[in-house]
T-cell receptor, first 113, second 113 residues
Framework: QQQVKQSPQSLIVQKGGISIINCAYE??????FPWYQQFPGKGPALLIA?????SEKKEGRFTISFNKSAKQFSLHIMDSQPGDSATYFC????????????FGTGTRLTVIP | NAGVTQTPKFQVLKTGQSMTLQCAQD?????MSWYRQDPGMGLRLIHY???????DQGEVPNGYNVSRSTTEDFPLRLLSAAPSQTSVYFC????????????FGPGTRLTVT
């Protein structure tokens, strides 16, 4: 059973546009929601993370929106650039105890110049 | 710091062969983990360790063994390789268990024929 559901599977956006990736989770015990970025041939790297005590977190062009009641969170990439072309994974886990993260299936983003 | 290192980068095995995937980190992280990445499946946790001498199973542990004799090293053993274990394997580490950034290695691409 997939603990974290991610959509879309792939996304094509024009340069300068907004990229939006959505995730949903079931386990209400989850209280840590990171997003990881992976370039081809590389390991994933942390992009941005949020705890459920806030509804939004922004770092540069990247924003996480969090809806606790709907058990959903999303990544928004503003002014998308060709260098943002990568696979993005959302994840969820408990912030204490064993740091086991459950990852979504990934979204391959392509930003067209 | 080298971060998280993995060897080998690529490996081809025949069904039934055994091998060990090496993982090392030089950041003095307590938590280490192994994931496999398959198309459309995201990253799935195989085994994890919260400190030297302590290991536990993740989502997909069957067919794999781990040990953690030192803080730095966390090898993954395939006992009798099967085609279903064809995947890209990532090792990751973080400061301690909890809501901390996980640092991923570059991955090992394993093919079992």
């Amino acid at each position: 059973q997939q603990q974290v559901k991610q959509s879309p599977q792939s996304l094509i956006v024009q340069k300068g546009g907004i990229s939006i990736i959505n995730c949903a989770y079931e386990n209400t015990a989850f209280d840590y929601f990171p997003w990881y970025q992976q370039f081809p041939g590389k390991g994933p790297a942390l992009l941005i993370a949020i705890r459920p005590d806030v509804s939004e977190k922004k770092e540069g062009r990247f924003t996480i929106s969090f809806n606790k009641s709907a058990k959903q969170f999303s990544l928004h990439i503003m002014d998308s650039q060709p260098g943002d072309s990568a696979t993005y994974f959302c994840a969820a886990g408990r912030g204490t105890g064993a740091n086991n993260l459950f990852f979504g299936t990934g979204t391959r983003l392509t930003v067209i110049p | 710091n080298a971060g998280v290192t993995q060897t080998p980068k690529f490996q081809v095995l025949k069904t039934g062969q055994s091998m060990t995937l090496q993982c090392a980190q030089d950041m003095n992280h307590e938590y280490m983990s192994w994931y496999r990445q398959d198309p459309g499946m995201g990253l799935r946790l195989i085994h994890y360790s919260v400190g030297a001498g302590i290991t536990d199973q993740g989502e997909v542990p069957n067919g794999y063994n781990v040990s953690r004799s030192t803080t730095e090293d966390f090898p993954l053993r395939l006992l009798s390789a099967a085609p279903s274990q064809t995947s890209v394997y990532f090792c990751a580490s973080s400061y301690i268990a909890g809501a901390y950034e996980q640092y991923f290695g570059p991955g090992t691409r394993l093919t079992v024929t």
